[in-house]
């Protein structure tokens, strides 16, 4: 079989072959969530991703005979490098046909591309960064993922580490069934429930739902916390203004502000959690096709909305939840969970995931562990020295 030839994207037809393949590697399976196509086009666009303001990408498409047979983005990340302090490259959007051959030409030709701009290692799947989604799936295949996550087929973990890639951190995605408490909020564990009482009746931290009236405002807020909550964190990127507005526009739409919570010392936003409905199961619904005609858009768009409208998700991801230095262990994170369940219940919801939570992260491991939370997803980033 002659060997795969690989190209650099460098037009919108490239672009456009690269951003249709998924749909013929996830073509049988029932589990894979085909986003649509013209945001997947808008993601790639350096004028419309405020990503491309402080990184570099390159992308790639593997081809044999003019069949697209692999895609991969070779990332400079400057901003995770100037704040982790590290002179390291990353691989994204990995997709490939099982076979060895073209993996290992699709994962070399990344690490030449970030090796030759100076980069001692490089890490992945970053689909660009971990504020994007990121992480190779490597058990929990037997059901979609949730909104925001990866997906991808089992033999992808073997043609990665068969390349010469070694752990370099796990991901974890819990699952909670609302039955665990008969839908009643006096069910959670007595501690919580606890905290959460001493903690509003001592009145000097208060806890509010998000008002979307004043949108770009919270988004300040949200930014303020996000950015100083998880500064320790392994991988952890702080958002520029760009980032997070892009990223809250692309949110809103689907965002509930009963599910979003700030804790507020004084007006001073200290703590902030962040859930929202999972929207993948309307798109698993609809089920779009490639296409990046505006016609095409215009048609799954209201498809998609039409959907939302008549089908609320049976799931929720809690997807963010911080608590800044100093106002940790006072409760704030208990009141968060215990609101959360609240209007979760009222709304119906029967399964909640918390997701990703960094295996280095002990204690929020056990927090959600004592909520009643299993690991039933796991996602792993790799690494390799150049």
Request: neutral net charge; aromatic residues 12%; contains cysteine.
């Amino acid at each position: 079989m002659a060997e795969a030839v690989i190209e650099p994207v460098r037009n919108q037809d490239q672009l456009k072959e690269f951003v249709a393949f998924p749909w013929k590697v996830y073509k049988d399976d029932p589990y894979w969530v085909p986003p649509l196509f013209h945001e997947r086009m808008l993601f790639f666009n350096p004028k419309k991703n405020p990503f491309f303001e402080h990184s570099r990408v390159q992308l790639y498409l593997a081809k044999r005979g003019g069949e697209v047979i692999g895609t991969i983005a070779a990332i400079i990340n400057d901003r995770h490098n100037e704040f982790q302090k590290e002179q390291v490259g990353f691989w994204g959007h990995f997709e490939c046909v099982n076979d060895q051959d073209v993996a290992n030409q699709l994962l070399r030709t990344a690490e030449a591309w970030v090796r030759d701009q100076g980069m001692q290692a490089i890490r992945g799947p970053m689909n660009m960064s971990t504020n994007d989604e990121c992480g190779l799936l490597i058990s929990g295949y037997d059901s979609p993922p949730v909104a925001m996550m990866t997906y991808n087929p089992p033999y992808y973990e073997r043609l990665i580490e068969s390349a010469g890639y070694v752990k370099a951190q796990d991901l974890y995605a819990y699952i909670i069934a609302t039955n665990l408490y008969e839908e009643n909020v006096d069910n959670l564990p007595r501690k919580f429930l606890q905290a959460s009482r001493k903690l509003l009746q001592e009145g000097e931290i208060t806890i509010r739902t998000a008002n979307l009236a004043t949108f770009e405002q919270e988004m300040v807020r949200a930014k303020e916390v996000y950015n100083a909550a998880w500064s320790h964190n392994w991988g952890f990127v702080p958002m520029t203004d760009h980032e997070i507005e892009h990223l809250a526009r692309g949110l809103r739409p689907f965002l509930d502000p009963d599910m979003i919570f700030f804790a507020e010392d004084k007006g001073k936003p200290v703590g902030i959690s962040v859930a929202i409905p999972d929207v993948n199961e309307n798109l698993l619904r609809i089920k779009p096709k490639p296409g990046a005609s505006m016609l095409r858009y215009a048609y799954d768009g209201i498809r998609f909305l039409w959907d939302r409208r008549r089908h609320q998700p049976r799931l929720f991801r809690l997807l963010i939840m911080g608590v800044i230095e100093g106002y940790r262990s006072r409760g704030i994170d208990a009141c968060f969970y215990v609101e959360t369940a609240k209007k979760a219940f009222a709304k119906g919801y029967k399964q909640c995931e918390m997701s990703w939570i960094l295996e280095s992260n002990p204690m929020m491991n056990r927090i959600i562990q004592r909520l009643g939370g299993k690991i039933y997803k796991t996602y792993r980033i790799y690494e390799k020295t150049l």
